[in-house]
């Protein structure tokens, strides 16, 4: 069974610009969570979507967003990038978002200049 | 809201000793905590967790306690070999995570195991 696929692994963007990371979860998983990790906060939860639907919302600005397609891949989408914004960037899945394991993506790490 | 806490922030030990990392939390409504262990380039992966109605799970070298009154749980490593060394998270839910279900984790700040050899 594939693990979780994220794209693209790394990329650098300058402050303004906007940038879209892509999650493909594990076959079946219908939970996608955002993480944020950082060397200053560590790993933040920035939000979880579930049959499309946003459920769960972390404490991060409106810039900020994401989305989930009827084949459960997520995207998520920081506008106005600042450089505060460089992190490694994880998606994790889940079955149904119930307690229990998160499986990780490796991340997307973004550098910001 | 939750707050997790985890110390050390770095730990070396030697090959073969025990490993020692304590997390403590703040919502007495958590009912879930897992640890999560983070190698260099790759994502955190689960390792062992546990739930509030048991006080110690075990398995094979791993194993977590949890005190629910005084709301600290910890991961216990034997027997360390070097391939133990990463970064471990402990975690607990989010707010409402707890009643919705939802597992949506509150992670603490890590720790950097090192086994020397």
């Known amino acids: 069974k594939a693990g979780v696929t994220q794209t693209p692994r790394y990329l650098i963007k300058t402050r303004g610009q906007q940038v879209t990371l892509s999650c493909s979860p594990i076959s079946g998983h219908r939970s996608v969570s955002w993480y944020q990790q950082t060397p200053g906060q560590g790993l933040q939860f920035l939000f979880e979507y579930f049959s499309e639907t946003q459920r769960n919302k972390g404490n991060f600005p409106g810039r900020f967003s994401g989305r989930q397609f009827s084949n459960s891949r997520s995207e998520m989408n920081v506008s106005t990038l600042e450089l505060g914004d460089s992190a490694l960037y994880l998606c994790a899945s889940s079955l149904e978002g119930l307690t229990g394991e998160l499986f990780f993506g490796e991340g997307s790490r973004l550098t910001v200049l | 809201g939750e707050n997790v806490e985890q110390h050390p922030s770095t730990l070396s030990v030697q090959e073969g000793d025990s490993a020692v990392i304590k997390c403590t939390y703040s919502?007495?409504?958590?009912?879930?905590f897992p640890w999560y262990k983070q190698e260099l380039g790759k994502g955190p992966q689960l390792i062992i967790d546990?739930?509030?109605?048991?006080g110690e799970k075990k398995d094979q070298r791993i194993a977590v306690t949890l005190n629910k009154t005084a709301k600290h749980f910890s991961l216990h490593i034997t027997e360390t070999q070097p391939e133990d060394s990463a970064v471990y998270f402990c975690?607990?839910?989010?707010?409402?995570?707890?009643?919705?279900?939802?597992?949506?984790?509150?992670f603490g700040t890590g720790t950097r195991l090192t086994v020397i050899p």
């Open positions: 546990i739930r509030s109605n048991v």
């Open positions: 975690a607990a839910p989010l707010p409402g995570g707890a009643q919705t279900g939802a597992n949506n984790l509150f």
């Open positions: 919502d007495s409504a958590s009912n879930y």
